[in-house]
């Protein structure tokens, strides 16, 4: 479940009953999750994590506690020591909130995940392992092809089609801070998305990154092609080809988007941070 998905299952469990929202407020030192995880606890059940082991434990305990009535103090002190199990070493603070319907609006906007924008050029069988990929992580992904048939029917929340012919006029229209992942059908295709992708930057700078499916006997085709329509050296070394993280062999097309989004989380993490 993506994190969207989740933060829907839990607004719509908040129409039912009322839950603790158990979120983390502050961390210090070693810990298993950042500032603003959470989980919602109801009598019968849990969604999200703030990491598990005792600590999750613990928490999920004093939530139910709360939901009976009990009080306590907003904001708990945990240290991920001995004495809960644990050897992380850090502290973490967790805040404790009963939550019903009513709070449902400022839920959403609170708790709505920060979400990096990916345009995927191509429905083929590794754009559709590269979106199965993706789907569960914090992405937006505008998924692009010039067959507008080439699209399954059940598409995860985080994922929005895109019929475009010519395919490369969709550029255009990306949010600025998109990684852009590009594997049409045709090399021609690719070579139009990649140039218009180019001219962009050029013009704005505001593509965060421009990935190429292929050889490096393809790359060099491209740079070819791409240096006579007037891209400079240094413009082409803004493209990345082949895509995916160095050292992970294999061609099949999960292996493939195996990498490709560990090497778009790897780019993402200082910015999330």
Same mark, same amino acid.
């Given at each position: 479940?993506?994190?969207?998905?989740?933060?829907?299952?839990?607004?719509?469990?908040?129409?039912?009953?009322?839950?603790?929202?158990?979120?983390?407020?502050?961390?210090?030192?070693?810990?298993?999750?950042?500032?603003?995880?959470?989980?919602?606890?109801?009598?019968?059940?849990?969604?999200?994590?703030?990491?598990?082991?005792?600590?999750?434990?613990?928490?999920?305990?004093?939530?139910?506690?709360?939901?009976?009535?009990?009080?306590?103090?907003?904001?708990?002190?945990?240290?991920?020591?001995?004495?809960?199990?644990?050897?992380?070493?850090?502290?973490? !603070?967790?805040?404790?909130?009963? &939550?019903? #319907? @009513?709070?449902? +609006? $400022?839920?959403? /906007? =609170?708790?709505?995940?920060?979400?990096?924008?990916?345009?995927?050029?191509?429905?083929?069988?590794?754009?559709?392992?590269?979106?199965?990929?993706?789907?569960?992580?914090?992405?937006?992904?505008?998924?692009?092809?010039?067959?507008?048939?080439?699209?399954?029917?059940?598409?995860?929340?985080?994922?929005?089609?895109?019929?475009?012919?010519?395919?490369?006029?969709?550029?255009?229209?990306?949010?600025?801070?998109?990684?852009?992942?590009?594997?049409?059908?045709? !090399?021609?295709?690719?070579?139009? &998305?990649? #140039? @218009?992708?180019? +001219? $962009?930057?050029? /013009? =704005?700078?505001?593509?965060?990154?421009?990935?190429?499916?292929?050889?490096?006997?393809?790359?060099?085709?491209?740079?070819?092609?791409?240096?006579?329509?007037?891209?400079?050296?240094?413009?082409?070394?803004?493209?990345?080809?082949?895509?995916?993280?160095?050292?992970?062999?294999?061609?099949?097309?999960?292996?493939?988007?195996?990498?490709?989004?560990?090497?778009?989380?790897?780019?993402?993490?200082?910015?999330?941070?």
């Amino acid at each position: 479940m993506n994190a969207q998905a989740l933060l829907d299952s839990f607004i719509a469990g908040l129409a039912r009953e009322p839950a603790v929202l158990v979120t983390v407020a502050s961390a210090e030192g070693s810990v298993p999750r950042e500032t603003g995880a959470w989980m919602a606890v109801w009598a019968q059940e849990v969604r999200g994590t703030i990491g598990g082991g005792h600590v999750e434990f613990t928490a999920i305990a004093e939530a139910r506690r709360r939901l009976r009535g009990e009080a306590g103090e907003p904001v708990r002190r945990y240290a991920l020591g001995p004495s809960l199990g644990q050897c992380c070493g850090g502290v973490v !603070h967790l805040r404790f909130e009963l &939550v019903g #319907a @009513a709070d449902a +609006a $400022r839920l959403q /906007q =609170r708790l709505a995940p920060c979400l990096a924008p990916v345009a995927l050029f191509g429905g083929g069988h590794v754009g559709r392992a590269i979106v199965a990929a993706l789907a569960p992580l914090p992405f937006q992904i505008t998924w692009i092809d010039s067959r507008d048939e080439i699209f399954p029917a059940d598409l995860p929340a985080n994922v929005q089609c895109e019929h475009s012919d010519p395919v490369q006029a969709a550029v255009g229209d990306l949010a600025p801070g998109t990684s852009v992942l590009v594997m049409s059908f045709s !090399h021609a295709e690719d070579l139009d &998305v990649v #140039a @218009a992708c180019l +001219a $962009r930057r050029r /013009q =704005r700078g505001d593509l965060d990154f421009i990935g190429l499916i292929g050889s490096r006997t393809k790359w060099a085709t491209f740079r070819h092609r791409l240096a006579d329509r007037g891209f400079a050296d240094t413009e082409l070394a803004q493209v990345t080809c082949p895509i995916g993280l160095p050292g992970i062999a294999g061609k099949e097309p999960a292996v493939i988007a195996a990498s490709v989004a560990a090497q778009l989380l790897q780019r993402r993490r200082p910015a999330a941070a």
